[in-house]
């Protein structure tokens, strides 16, 4: 599926422009959001893949971005870093497929089959095989409620803090906090006291 974003613009990654200052040129030039593109799609489509499985992540990693471009008008320019902005996106569009996500996980903690994870040498996916806890971690988290999976995938696997958290999914940061809190006990619970921030992590990074 390809967007308007969708060009053979190189990535000015290393230069000084800010996603923020990309948004806004592309105002008035829109091939310029495909740099946006050439920077995040990759970040957008692991953590889309992380929360669904790669079947659907192409189409709503492409979603995120057409969505993204039509509403680039109303960006908040004061904000250099365009990720959580388009994390939300993303999470919005994940929660539309709430039933997948909850499958996803339930076939995980059923077989402890993870064909995100299982790359040939994914020393990530080996430890948590190792540790015997990729199928409890797979149904603690197909037992979150949406509010509390979203922000503790966007932590682990997106890497926000609070803060951009709040950003992303429009919320108060105690919210987050809160939601966090729940969400790491929940799992923790499940995992006999095993610290799940640190398996969390271990669980959801995909390697490249």
Known sequence: MRGPYDRNEPSVRGGTTTDAELIESSLREPERFAVLYDRHHQMVHRYIARRLG??????????????????????????SDARPWLYGIATTLVGQHHREESRFWRFIARTGVDHVVEFPGDQVADRVSAQGLRRELAAALA???????DVLLLTAAGGLTT????????IAKGTVHSRLSRARKRTGDVLGGADPREINEEFVHERA
């Open 54 to 79: 790669r079947d659907l992540a192409d189409d709503l990693m492409a979603d995120t971005f057409l969505v993204a471009f039509r509403r680039r008008e109303r960006y908040d320019l004061t904000r």
């Open 143 to 149: 037992k979150l409620p949406r509010g509390q999976r």
């Open 163 to 170: 803060e951009e958290i709040a950003s992303a999914l429009g």
